[in-house]
């Protein structure tokens, strides 16, 4: 239904639209493993269980493009982090607070298991928004 709001988008192939339900490796595969430089999402962090967030993380992961060159060797601005150690695409996944500790905890365990690397940032005077940058560890 969303399309619908950029009706011009779609029909001048700027925007593609395509369902993903969390973890279905059926939808991954009709929208293609591996096809996005970048992956943002927002509010869908939110009072979920573990299930959903390790759905989460997954269906990212597949969505991101992985490097086939491994001789990129960067240092990340600002950071310890050797930018060899990961592969170019990255996630960003926007999150507001609402008193859901245990959701954020499992969400932050889920994408470490799978091989995330999770920096964060948070947005204005407030600390209840945040952004997290996820990238994939080669």
Known sequence: ENKNVQPDL???NV?????LFWGDENDLEQIGKNCADVVVA???ICHQDKTVMEALVTSIKGLLKLDKDTTNKKKLPDSDEDDNKFHESVAYVAY???DDWWTIGE?????ENIGFFVESEELGDDD????YKMRLRK
């Open 10 to 12: 779609i029909k001048n």
């Open 15 to 19: 925007l593609d639209v395509k369902k």
């Open 42 to 44: 927002s509010d869908c």
């Open 96 to 98: 507001e607070f609402r």
């Open 107 to 111: 969400f932050h365990k889920a994408a």
């Open 128 to 131: 209840d928004h945040i952004v």
